[in-house]
C-alpha cells in the first residue's frame, strides 16, 4: 500500500508570508506526527494527534505555527508570518493506534524562506 | 538538562568492516530506543527497536545494544556494503510520550 505521503515537496516562500505544508498519513494510522529537521540537526518533534483526542501542541515554537487533522486523516501544519529561521524540512510521521508502534515517515517538504 | 547524542563526525570504513555507531543520553529514562536510516532527501526509514529489559536485539546484518546503567545504546552493521552509507539516527521513547531524536552520524562505506 502507498506510505505517507506530503505536499508540496518544495516550497519558496517570502518572509512575511503563510504556507501550508500537507500530509497524507497511511490509511488506518490513527497517530499522526509532525517535526522539524534542520540542516545538520536531529528531528525537533512539533505535534501530535490520535484519533479524536486533543492534540499535543506542545512542540509548537510558536504561536505562528498551528496544525490540524481534518477526518482523521489529512492533517495540514500552516505557519504564518513565515520567518527565515522557519527554513527547514517539515517532516509528517503516521503510525497504528498504540503510539509507541514504528512511525512511518514521509519524504518531508523543504521549505526555504527568502 | 536532557540531552541525546551521536558522534557529529562523519564515520568512514572499508567495506566488509563492522560500522559502530554510538548513542548517549542523559537525564531520560527511556521505555525503549530505536534506530533509523536515512537518506538524503528523504525521511528516516525504521530499523530497530529495542526494550529497557533487552540487551541486544539483531536483524539480519545489524545489531543494536541497549545498556540502561550506561545510558547508551550501539548500532553495529556487520560486513558493511557501500549501499549501508547513509545517516543513522536514534531515537527514544521518553516517558512524556514523545520520540526524541539524536541529530545522526553519517556513515560512509567505501568500496
Known amino acids: 500500500g502507498a506510505g505517507v505521503s506530503q505536499s508540496p515537496s518544495n516550497k519558496v516562500t517570502e518572509k512575511g508570508k503563510d504556507v501550508e505544508l500537507r500530509c497524507d498519513p497511511i490509511s488506518g494510522h490513527t497517530a499522526l506526527y509532525w517535526y522539524r529537521q534542520s540542516l545538520g540537526q536531529g528531528l525537533e518533534f512539533l505535534i501530535y494527534?490520535?484519533?479524536?483526542?486533543?492534540?499535543?501542541k506542545s512542540g509548537l515554537p510558536s504561536d505562528r505555527f498551528s496544525a490540524e487533522r481534518t477526518g482523521g486523516s489529512v492533517s495540514t501544519l500552516t505557519i504564518q508570518r513565515t520567518q527565515q529561521e522557519d527554513s527547514a524540512v517539515y517532516l509528517c510521521?503516521?503510525?497504528?493506534?498504540?503510539?509507541?508502534?514504528?512511525?512511518?515517515f514521509g519524504p518531508g517538504t523543504r521549505l526555504l524562506v527568502l | 538538562s536532557q540531552k541525546i547524542e551521536q558522534n557529529s563526525e562523519a564515520l568512514n570504513i572499508q567495506e566488509g568492516k563492522t560500522a559502530t555507531l554510538t548513542c548517549n543520553y542523559t537525564n531520560y529514562s527511556p521505555a525503549y530506543l530505536q534506530w533509523y536510516r536515512q537518506d538524503p532527501g528523504r525521511g528516516p526509514v525504521f530499523l530497530l527497536l529495542i526494550r529497557e529489559n533487552e540487551k541486544e536485539k539483531r536483524k539480519e546484518r545489524l545489531k543494536v545494544t541497549f545498556d540502561t546503567t550506561l545510558k547508551q545504546s550501539l548500532f553495529h552493521i556487520t560486513a558493511s556494503q557501500p549501499a549501508d552509507s547513509a545517516t543513522y539516527l536514534c531515537?527514544?521513547?521518553?516517558?512524556?510520550?514523545?520520540?526524541?531524536f539524536g541529530q545522526g552520524t553519517e556513515l560512509s562505506v567505501k568500496p
Open positions: 510521521a503516521s503510525s497504528r493506534a498504540n503510539k509507541q508502534e514504528t512511525q512511518y
Open positions: 494527534f490520535q484519533g479524536n483526542s486533543a492534540p499535543d
Open positions: 531515537a527514544l521513547w521518553n516517558q512524556g510520550g514523545k520520540l526524541i
